[in-house]
Nanobody, 126 residues
């Protein structure tokens, strides 16, 4: 059974940076598309970024493009989300997700991902 465990969340001032990490276990990580989603209080969960399997590329929500970078290390079984120029609107619980066989047009949908971490809180506030 695939398991995902996020770490690295916390409190940061506006304009600051934070790096989230997700540890993957229970499967062959290279065969999974790995994504990051977030959910703010009172809002639906939304897509943040994803990195496809087999070198298929990275994709970002417009709201984080140019500020966030997703990367994976298949040797270490991890996927990271580097976040810069953080804004109060980035405050949310951030979730790591994994899925296989996700076609490109569906990578933004959380329903396409089969496995989820427990989430890590990111708070951007002065």
């Amino acid at each position: 059974q695939v398991q995902l465990v996020e770490s690295g969340g916390g409190l940061v001032q506006p304009g600051g940076s934070l790096r989230l990490s997700c540890a993957f276990s229970g499967g062959t990580v290279s065969t999974y598309t790995l994504g990051w989603f977030r959910q703010a209080p009172g809002k639906e969960r939304e897509f943040v970024a994803t990195i496809r399997r087999y070198g298929g590329g990275t994709y970002y929500a417009d709201s984080v493009k140019g500020r966030f970078t997703v990367s994976r290390d298949n040797a270490k079984n991890t996927v990271d989300l580097q976040m810069k120029s953080l804004e109060p609107e980035d405050t949310a619980v951030y979730y790591c997700a994994a899925g296989r066989g996700i076609i490109l047009s569906s990578i933004y949908s959380d329903r396409q991902y089969d496995y989820w971490g427990q989430g890590t809180q990111v708070t951007v506030s002065s």
